[in-house]
């Protein structure tokens, strides 16, 4: 359950705050956007989602998102769909979140 508050959380305070690049971008558009626009946006990230884990910050998601978009088939993937997946993956490796399902 605090996951996805975390994720409504985040998507509540990210679309505004970053103009360059939103939750709702393309990962080929994060791929194709500055480090400062990219961190930006990760950083809301970070912020939305270190309570639930502390290991989510924005150097995480940096991390993560240019991995998720450096799959082949990502392009037209949203970048709110590699914040899921980070999300996921970081909680699978660390045992959490498996009482919330």
Known sequence: ?????????????????ASALSMTDTLEAWKQSSALD???????F???FVSVNESFTAGYFVKCIDE?????NSQKAKIEDAVRECVASQL???GKGQADE
């Open 1 to 17: 359950m605090r996951r996805f508050s975390a994720l409504f959380l985040a998507a509540t305070l990210v679309p505004g705050a």
């Open 38 to 44: 990219r961190l930006q946006l990760a950083t809301r």
């Open 46 to 48: 970070g912020k939305s």
């Open 68 to 72: 998720v978009a450096g799959y082949s």
């Open 92 to 94: 699978r490796m660390t």
